[in-house]
Structure formats: structure tokens, C-alpha cells
């Protein structure tokens, strides 16, 4: 079994940033991929960006290409959504989870933490 965990979310203004943290724990973290995904009220979850096994791939979605950056401390089993140039279309709960495979659907993701909220006024 495999926890994971997300920290880091809150309110910003536009055109801030944010930097979101994900813990897996329970296996090693070299073992999975993990993936960020998000949903906003109303919509269903979209992907946001993902990160191989051992940070050889990232990515994106085209929404927030040139804006998030994703990467992994495998030191700290920690993935990290680095949220730049943010925009009030990037409101929603982010989800991080962890799978066999970096793919931009939510299917290969075995493990999914509660999510965090990413608030971004105009």
C-alpha cells in the first residue's frame, strides 16, 4: 500500500506562484511514476503534468506547458508542481498519484492522495 500525500496548495493572486509537494510513502519511490491532476468545480479531472521513475521524463499538459514545472527528490520521496505565472483558470483541487506509468490519463495511477486547493483570484 502506498500513501500519498499533497501539501502546499492555498490562495494567490494572479500572475503568482505556488509550489505544491507530494509524499509517497509505503514503497520504494523510485518504483512509481507520479502524475498531478486537477479538477475544477463542475469539470472532470484533467492532467496537469507527470514525471517517470527516475525523472528521466516529464510532461505536460499544453494548458500549463512554459508555466509548471514537475520534478522528484527521490531522497525525500517527495514530487514537487512547481506553479508559476498562475491564472484564475488554474483554480481547482490538485491531485497527485503515483502508478506504473507517466501517461497523461488518470488509468495507469494505482495511489491518489485527498488533493489540495489552488485558489487564484483576478
Known amino acids: 500500500q502506498v500513501q500519498v500525500v499533497e501539501s502546499g496548495g492555498g490562495l494567490v493572486q494572479a500572475g503568482g506562484s505556488l509550489r505544491l509537494s507530494c509524499t509517497a510513502s509505503?514503497?520504494?519511490?523510485?518504483?512509481?511514476?507520479m502524475g498531478w491532476f486537477r479538477q475544477a468545480p463542475g469539470k472532470e479531472r484533467e492532467f496537469v503534468a507527470a514525471?517517470?521513475?527516475?525523472?528521466?521524463?516529464?510532461y505536460y499538459s499544453d494548458s500549463v506547458k512554459g508555466r509548471f514545472t514537475i520534478s522528484r527528490d527521490s531522497n525525500k520521496n517527495t514530487v514537487y508542481l512547481q506553479m508559476n505565472s498562475l491564472k484564475p483558470e488554474d483554480t481547482a483541487v490538485y491531485y497527485c498519484?503515483?502508478?506504473?506509468?507517466?501517461?497523461?490519463?488518470?488509468?495507469?495511477?494505482?495511489?491518489w492522495g485527498q488533493g489540495t486547493q489552488v485558489t487564484v483570484s483576478s
Open positions: 509505503g514503497r520504494i519511490f523510485s518504483t512509481y511514476a
Open positions: 514525471i517517470s521513475r527516475l525523472a528521466y521524463s516529464t
Open positions: 498519484a503515483a502508478g506504473s506509468s507517466a501517461l497523461r490519463t488518470p488509468e495507469p495511477y494505482d495511489y
